[in-house]
T-cell receptor
Framework: GEDVEQSLFLSVREGDSSVINCTYT??????LYWYKQEPGAGLQLLTY?????DMKQDQRLTVLLNKKDKHLSLRIADTQTGDSAIYFC??????????FGTGTRLQVFP | EAGVTQSPTHLIKTRGQQVTLRCSPI?????VYWYQQALGLGLQFLLW???????NRGNFPPRFSGRQFPNYSSELNVNALELEDSALYLC?????????????FGDGTRLSIL
């Protein structure tokens, strides 16, 4: 089935770490992605992970994948006000379409 | 390198009208995808074109259609517009299908139906 779930809101203090979680249902997913959407804009690809990996680090971003539990997380270190946005996880399903989660709105306060 | 470009940025239409949205992929990308982001419904896959052919479509009625041109740009057409078609329409492009070919998105066309 096609279902990707995320919590709706996350609020963190500037300088702290943010962890955004995502669960998916399709065990045959090959790639999982994180996108960022700022107000009035499209989606910006942040990072991705292949399903045979456990972790991927890219500067301030760390992606963790627990395939057994079908759980994906995005950790943003030293969160800044410019990180305030909606974050979507997405799984690549079947014939190349992406199935998106509901999005997590990250609010960073000083 | 120019990203995915979409036009127009905003459109206002009335019920029953028809609309055409346009998308230019990143140079070298042959696949184009269309998604609808409607309030309360999230991001939903609409259509996928590759090498000029429609490869897959989402769960949308036939009044949503499109095409891909020889230069890989694409159009999305929506006929007989309904109020529920109000949404942000996002286009994405990628290189060849299969493997890890991430989809890169444009800024979208915001369509409002009055």
């Amino acid at each position: 089935g096609e279902d990707v779930e995320q919590s709706l809101f996350l609020s963190v203090r500037e300088g702290d770490s943010s962890v955004i979680n995502c669960t998916y249902t399709d065990s045959s997913s090959t790639y999982l992605y994180w996108y960022k959407q700022e107000p009035g804009a499209g989606l910006q690809l942040l990072t991705y992970i292949f399903s045979n990996m456990d972790m991927k680090q890219d500067q301030r971003l760390t992606v963790l994948l627990n395939k057994k539990d079908k759980h994906l997380s995005l950790r943003i270190a030293d969160t800044q006000t410019g990180d305030s946005a909606i974050y979507f996880c997405a799984e690549r399903y079947n014939t190349d379409k992406l199935i998106f989660g509901t999005g997590t709105r990250l609010q960073v306060f000083p | 390198e120019a990203g995915v470009t979409q036009s127009p940025t905003h459109l206002i239409k009335t019920r029953g009208q028809q609309v055409t949205l346009r998308c230019s992929p990143i140079s070298g990308h042959t696949s184009v995808y269309w998604y609808q982001q409607a309030l309360g419904l999230g991001l939903q896959f609409l259509l996928w074109y590759d090498e000029g052919e429609e490869r897959n479509r989402g769960n949308f009625p036939p009044r949503f259609s499109g095409r891909q041109f020889p230069n890989y740009s694409s159009e999305l057409n929506v006929n007989a517009l309904e109020l529920e078609d109000s949404a942000l329409y996002l286009c994405a492009s990628s290189t060849t299908t299969g493997g890890n070919q991430p989809q890169h998105f444009g800024d979208g066309t915001r369509l409002s139906i009055l």
